[in-house]
DNA sequence: TGCCATACTTACGACGCCGTAGGTTACGCA
DNA sequence: TGCGTAACCTACGGCGTCGTAAGTATGGCA
């Protein structure tokens, strides 16, 4: 169905000789005249673009032409590298999905679940903090979404690649595992919803909201501790 | 702004009389002829069949066309009753809103904190189950989320209002109560997506969603139980 | 019986957006 | 210096949608 969904590996060129360097990436595009980037160039350019401009006004508010403009560019262009607002779409929405599960996967070195746990919390709210923009398009519905049918949105996709790692300590406890999966949802929608929260208000700071998440993941309500702390240190 | 927001507090007509039931004139079967609704009826019609379509489209994949020719209807009609689509929405999420914020406190009887938690989640959970439609808006982002420049999500606003209720009982047990909203937000994210997914699956009873719910909101990972047990019994 | 309010229609203007056809400019290399 | 190709443009067709103006049926009621 889309051609170019296909994510090239590259996420922030190597191999690319600035044709004409003026301010390398981004929003301001004073006038330079005309800007002639790489093919490589324009289309990480115009994938930042729609990643910022899918997570403010949803896909179906943003429109072609928009993203277009704000690269200083033309419509055919976008139409050139990703064949229409779908396939922009859809190497975005791949793109973050793998940023984020590569980032909580990647975070989780330790032995005790305990520390799993924290680290996999601390993992999804520093993609939160990050790449807010990535975070939002994949709370949002997707509009592959209504056209399975299917109620799960992206997020709850997530839950499922967390379920494995449930699955095994569930294993080792002596629970059903096929329960795997509610409590992987439980446990993302927990977070997730938090995190959204927590970019409106910003209150706590990340590490205590960490702290606290884990505290009810970890203990619930009945045992929850007043100052929770975290058991693993980080650096940041 | 819009001005046909105030839903009047009728859900479901008493006091209506249908017009004309079947076909009357003696020709044959010239089908039901025309309509013609009562104000109120027509209104509520259109409310119900606004609902459906926004939860499965979403609000700016619905036309107003849509909606008219589903009720059998023109155009104009939507505009005389609701001022456009905007306002049709504002109606809907304003009812679901209520209904369910309704039904969750409603249930809240109990004395002790475990039993509320259970009657909240059981509460929720038969909101998702019974007013499907409702709660996908719900979750679903708002058009006026991305005006108002909020990231919260309707959903969140219902957290905020669980706030109060899990505050006192911070309050009680000598915790900050400022922490209130963060632990609402996680809790409330915690039913929601796992409502969301459940909606697809299907497959452990409603029953049963919650009991491991509620296990794991109050004892959390550590104190999982596997057979986890409700406290409280209901009717249904 | 005739009037009138209410419920509803057809028809249209305007707009925004998608996607494409076909032409133009700049750069890199022989 | 000239040519080819990659990057980019203008311009348009077509569609769907919103929202409105002006006209038509229907049923109660004096």
Chains 1, 2 share one sequence.
């Not at 044709?19 to 289309?43: I, L, N």
């Amino acid at each position: 169905m889309i051609e170019g969904v296909a994510t090239d590996s590259n996420t922030s060129g190597e191999k690319d000789r600035p044709r004409r360097a003026g301010r390398s990436s981004g929003s301001g595009a004073r006038r330079p005249r005309r800007v002639r980037m790489t093919g490589k160039e324009r289309r990480e350019q115009l994938l930042d673009i729609g990643r910022t401009l899918f997570a403010e006004r949803g896909f179906e508010g943003t429109s072609v032409e928009e993203i277009a403009a704000k690269a200083g560019v033309s419509k055919p262009v976008v139409y050139e590298h990703f064949g229409g607002k779908e396939g922009l779409y859809a190497v975005v929405v791949d793109r973050e999905m793998r940023r984020m599960l590569d980032m909580v996967t990647t975070s989780l070195t330790a032995g005790h679940p305990r520390e799993l746990c924290e680290q996999a919390t601390f993992a999804l709210l520093d993609y939160i903090e990050e790449y807010t923009d990535g975070f939002r398009i994949l709370v949002r519905d997707s509009p592959v979404a209504q056209s399975t049918g299917t109620f799960a949105s992206l997020i709850s996709d997530i839950a499922t690649q967390v379920e494995d790692i449930l699955g095994l300590e569930f294993k080792a406890r002596g629970f059903d595992p096929k329960l795997a999966p509610l409590y992987a949802q439980a446990l993302v929608g927990m977070v997730a919803l938090t995190g959204q929260w927590w970019l409106d208000v910003r209150k706590p700071k990340k590490a205590e909201v960490a702290a606290h998440l884990v505290n009810l993941a970890w203990h619930g309500l009945d045992g929850l501790e007043p100052k929770p702390r975290l058991i693993g240190h980080r650096k940041s």
